[in-house]
């Protein structure tokens, strides 16, 4: 079976809506560190798909992050405010997977959830802008 570029960018929008669904249950279930990775991915998947759409390579999170910032926080195409929203899902997300003892509790992880539902929608629109 072949895929096309509108295949990949539906399959990025379709697998950040499952994680953070994901992470809605994760919060439900107070699982907070759990949680705030579930919620990373489902921005970074949006991330890669508006990337992508727009033919701006990068093979790490970190050159994600990096070309995101570039082209799109930089250039104030979008407010500076999700860039520092996706920072932080990003230096917690590592947190969670590699240091010790780090715990997140619900008053942290709890607004978070509307944050993000925000920044994706708006990564969405941007989609289909673009």
Same mark, same amino acid.
């Given at each position: 079976?072949?895929?096309?570029?509108?295949?990949? %960018?539906?399959?990025?929008?379709?697998?950040?809506?499952?994680?953070?669904?994901?992470?809605?249950?994760?919060?439900?279930?107070?699982?907070? $560190?759990?949680?705030? $990775?579930?919620?990373?991915?489902?921005?970074?998947?949006? %991330?890669?798909?508006?990337?992508?759409?727009?033919?701006?390579?990068?093979?790490?999170?970190?050159?994600?992050?990096?070309?995101?910032?570039? $082209?799109?926080?930089? $250039?104030?195409?979008?407010?500076?405010?999700?860039?520092?929203?996706?920072?932080?899902?990003?230096?917690?997300?590592?947190?969670?997977?590699?240091?010790?003892?780090?715990?997140?509790?619900?008053?942290?992880?709890?607004?978070?959830?509307?944050?993000?539902?925000?920044?994706?929608?708006?990564?969405?629109?941007? %989609?289909?802008?673009?």
């Amino acid at each position: 079976m072949s895929y096309n570029s509108e295949d990949y %960018i539906k399959y990025r929008i379709n697998k950040s809506e499952e994680t953070f669904q994901d992470a809605l249950l994760l919060a439900t279930n107070e699982r907070w $560190n759990s949680c705030v $990775n579930r919620l990373y991915y489902s921005t970074y998947y949006l %991330i890669i798909a508006l990337l992508y759409k727009n033919n701006i390579k990068a093979e790490t999170h970190n050159g994600v992050k990096t070309q995101f910032f570039l $082209n799109y926080i930089k $250039n104030d195409k979008i407010d500076k405010k999700y860039g520092k929203l996706f920072s932080h899902l990003f230096d917690w997300r590592q947190e969670t997977d590699y240091v010790d003892f780090i715990d997140f509790d619900k008053k942290t992880v709890e607004p978070l959830l509307k944050e993000v539902k925000e920044f994706n929608n708006l990564l969405k629109e941007f %989609i289909l802008i673009s």
